[in-house]
């Protein structure tokens, strides 16, 4: 399967419209993040799933359900995927597990973002890092602290990746554009 057909394949409709950006939870502390160090493992936020919140839990590596009260978060379930080798495995495996129960679902613009991004590198169209750092700041609008907390890289770095990836972005909506209008012409 294309990475384009595979995009075209997602649920679009299933995009959380939770407007309150549930916190971003640290297990051990909540310090700013300095421009030359790695971020602390975070608990990402994936979505909903049947009625509780999901988020990855990066030490675990499983999908916790639960409740969100306040900056707390209170597990009651958890998804498996023992044959997953990264965060997007696990959001598949949620997709999946969703859709095979009948199970409702939506994703977070992260979650996408970094899911997208995985579907663009495999296709070879942008490297990983770059594919996620741009859908994740450009498209899905996450904000640059944010996005080093859930790529797990500095703030400097998300900067790095994003100067390096949209000249490539402009050249290939520059192209497209060329296509189609000598479509347009023959």
């Known amino acids: ?5 595979a995009i075209q394949d997602l649920p679009a409709h299933n995009v959380t419209d939770r407007t309150d950006s549930p916190p971003i ?29 999901a988020y990855f ?34 959001i598949r495996n949620l997709i999946d597990t969703a859709q095979q129960n009948d199970v409702e679902f939506s994703l ?6 970094l899911l997208y991004g995985d ?3 495999e296709g070879e169209w942008l490297p990983e890092k770059q594919a996620k750092v741009y859908l994740l700041r450009t498209v899905f609008g996450i904000d640059r602290q944010r996005t080093a907390i859930v790529m797990g890289i500095s703030p400097s770095t998300v900067d790095s990746h994003l100067r390096a990836v949209t000249p490539k972005v402009e050249a290939a909506r520059n192209l497209t554009g060329a296509l189609h209008d000598l479509e347009e012409m023959v």
């Open 119 to 121: 579907m663009l590198a």
């Open 25 to 53: 939870i640290h297990p051990r502390d909540d310090r700013e993040i300095d421009e030359s160090e790695e971020p602390e493992p975070t608990f990402i936020y994936i979505g909903e799933y049947a009625g509780k919140t």
């Open 57 to 90: 839990n990066p030490l675990r590596q499983s999908i916790m359900l639960g409740d969100v009260h306040g900056d707390e978060f209170t597990e009651d379930a958890y998804l498996e995927a023992p044959h997953a080798e990264s965060l997007e495995d696990h």
């Open 108 to 113: 977070s613009r992260q979650a996408l973002g």
């Open 1 to 5: 399967m294309s990475s384009v057909s």
